[in-house]
């Protein structure tokens, strides 16, 4: 299995504070890691590392290694930029510009640089496919972003982040505001996505993490307690604190 | 999120309650049957057979228990192994139940038969298949997984033992010990031995499956 991301002691610090202790695992090409554990336990810290968004908050520091396909993305020569457009995320509360639908997904497009109205049009379509929604807003596409429903701003939220064709959707908690159909579209979406990207995904919901996800990855108080195949950790974890949180027994 | 979890822990004891008596109806009926059939007792046989209907009536119940409580809570990890392995052992809960039916008719039918020298060999091997049986419940009680694992693999001696009792009886009938009809009840009865027996060997397994994990089915021992 080809591995995609690389964590390796990967420790953050909110000033003096720790929030992450020393984490190193592995994510293959493809395929879906859910990130799973009590609040506060590191888990959105975490995925922020892979997209270097740690970076915007101004006390905290990242130490360890990261690496996407082999090459350090911590290391000064990265450039964030053209790495968020590698690693693209979608967050927990849809976040739609207030512009029309299609200026939602061709907007990473033009910040890019692609100029050809036809391009941009092709792009934007294949991208609304691929978050499924196309459907629902082909005849509106020049209509205001924020008229859709929640579910359906998140979904537009993901063609955004498709539209500049990723390599890895970092998603932090993206249907937690939603309702079950909307969530189960969702995830629907991610599981058409899991075969052409690499998915990271926080979430509180236990059977969505077993539902979506193909490896689970258990967090408490900010380190990494068991790691590995999403039917193995829902059926028999070999951690007792995996087990009380999952089972819900914590606390 | 609190509530919602405590609901289902709630489900999962009460599952557990509900199994815990059925074993107990089980206990209660094997045990019958085994006076009955050392006694003699029609009256004891009789009542085996009229309880196996309340035995009947518990598997549906925990059936529909356990099916409720995965639907309603999802359970995952050492709650969804339980809730698994529950649905499992009612089936062979039941069966014992219809096992000890079975032998109590058959021993409605010895009851005007002379009381054949084979008859003690046989109460000693319903003794065993009692006992295997008891320790099942026994390590399902105490979440036993060592005691689960040694009753699980006692399923060949339960077979080696019919095998040999068997052979007795047949030596029995040809130097004329016992009558045939006697001798067609009495195979039946020690059949049906072997096989609570066994199921009792299946419950160890569901129960080491549940504590453990790990399946024993079908795995080299
Ligand atoms: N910007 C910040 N400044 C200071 N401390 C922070 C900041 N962000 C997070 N932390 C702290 O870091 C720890 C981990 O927080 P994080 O947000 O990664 O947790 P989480 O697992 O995503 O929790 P939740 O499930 O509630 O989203 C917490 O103790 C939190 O208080
Ligand atoms: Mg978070």
Redesign the pocket.
């Known amino acids: 299995m080809e591995t995609k991301l690389t964590a390796r002691a990967v420790s953050v610090f909110?000033?003096s504070?720790q929030?992450l202790f020393d984490v190193s695992m592995d994510f293959p090409a493809y395929g879906v890691t859910a990130l799973i554990?009590?609040?506060?336990?590191?888990?959105?810290?975490?995925l922020r590392c892979f997209n270097r968004m740690n970076d915007l908050?101004p006390?905290?520091r990242v130490a360890g290694d990261i690496t996407l396909d082999g090459q350090s993305i911590l290391a000064e020569a990265m450039d964030a930029v053209s790495l968020r457009r590698r690693v693209g995320m979608v967050f927990q509360k849809p976040n739609p510009f207030p512009k029309s639908i299609f200026d939602n997904v061709a907007y990473g497009l033009r910040v890019n640089g692609m100029r050809d109205e036809e391009e941009i049009a092709a792009v934007v379509e294949v991208a609304l496919k691929r978050a499924a929604i196309f459907e629902e807003v082909k005849d509106r596409l020049h209509s205001s972003a924020l008229g859709l429903s929640g579910g359906q701003q998140q979904r537009l939220c993901i063609a955004r982040a498709l539209a500049v064709a990723p390599e890895v959707l970092l998603m932090?908690?993206p249907a937690s505001a939603l309702d079950p159909i909307a969530t189960q579209k969702i995830e629907e979406t991610i599981h058409e996505l899991k075969d052409s990207l690499t998915i990271l995904i926080?979430t509180?919901n236990m059977q969505q993490a077993a539902r979506v996800s193909d490896q689970t990855a258990f967090?408490y108080m900010?380190k990494l307690i068991e790691h590995g195949a999403t039917d193995k950790i829902f059926t028999r974890p070999d951690q007792k604190q995996t087990e009380d949180y999952i089972t819900g027994r914590f606390g | 999120m609190v509530t919602q979890e405590t609901i289902l822990q709630q489900h999962i004891v009460s599952l557990r309650t509900r199994l815990l008596l059925m074993c107990a109806a089980v206990s209660v009926a094997v045990e019958d049957m085994i006076h009955a059939f050392e006694t003699r007792d029609v009256g004891r046989a009789a009542a085996v057979i009229d309880g196996d209907n309340d035995i009947d009536a518990l598997e549906n119940e925990i059936d529909d228990k356990a099916l409720k409580l995965m639907a309603c809570t999802q359970p995952v990890a050492g709650d969804l192994r339980f809730v698994v392995s529950a649905l499992r052992m009612v089936l062979d809960l039941e069966r014992i139940g219809d096992e000890a039916s079975s032998m109590a008719e058959g021993c409605i039918l010895l009851q005007d038969m002379p009381p054949y020298v084979i008859m003690d060999e046989v109460l000693v091997f319903l003794h065993q298949s009692r006992n295997a049986y008891e320790q099942a419940v026994a390590a399902f009680r105490s979440n036993d997984i060592a005691a689960a694992l040694a009753l699980a693999r006692t399923e060949d001696d339960a077979t080696q033992g019919e095998v040999r009792l068997l052979h007795r009886c047949m030596q029995a009938v040809l130097a004329h010990e016992v009558d045939e009809q006697a001798f067609m009840h009495i195979v039946l009865i020690i059949r049906a031995a072997t096989r609570i027996w066994r199921r009792s060997a299946n419950i160890a397994e569901h129960v080491y499956f549940s504590l453990h994990g790990d399946s024993l089915k079908h795995c080299p021992k």
């Open positions: 909110y000033g504070s929030a554990g009590p609040s506060g336990c590191g888990k959105s810290t975490f908050i006390a905290c932090d908690e926080v509180h967090f900010g």
